[in-house]
């Protein structure tokens, strides 16, 4: 059974820097799609960033990119999101999400993706 393990939540600064990483376990997950979500405090979840295990290529939701890093490390089965520059804002629940036999595409909706992870905090005092 495939499984997500969210880590590297937590409460920061305004301005400071937090690295999610998401690994996954139990199949293989090359030809796949990865995606970062997060649920703010009351809203609904939305995307942040996705990426093509497969042929690499990235997506962000607006006013994500100039912050917000999506990247792999395949070895490792593991995929980061490098969040600089963190605003109050910011603060949510964030979601790793797969979808297994992606073809090399990237997919931006949530029920594009087959299993998520539990979800790791993050908190951005102002």
């Known amino acids: 059974q495939l499984q997500l393990v969210e880590s590297g939540g937590g409460l920061v600064q305004a301005g400071g820097s937090l690295r999610l990483s998401c690994a996954a376990s139990?199949?293989?997950?090359?030809?796949?799609?990865m995606g970062w979500f997060r649920q703010p405090p009351g809203k609904g979840r939305q995307l942040v960033a996705t990426?093509?295990?497969?042929?690499?290529?990235?997506h962000y939701a607006d006013s994500m990119e100039d912050r917000f890093t999506i990247s792999r490390d395949n070895a490792k089965s593991t995929v980061y999101l490098q969040m600089n520059k963190l605003k109050p804002e910011d603060t949510a629940v964030y979601y790793c999400?797969?979808?297994?036999?992606?073809?090399?595409?990237?997919?931006?909706?949530?029920?594009?993706?087959?299993?998520w992870g539990q979800g790791t905090q993050v908190t951005v005092s102002s």
């Open positions: 990426l093509s295990l497969g042929g690499g290529s990235t």
């Open positions: 139990g199949r293989t997950y090359g030809n796949s799609a």
């Open positions: 999400a797969i979808r297994l036999n992606s073809d090399g595409a990237y997919y931006t909706g949530r029920p594009d993706y087959q299993d």
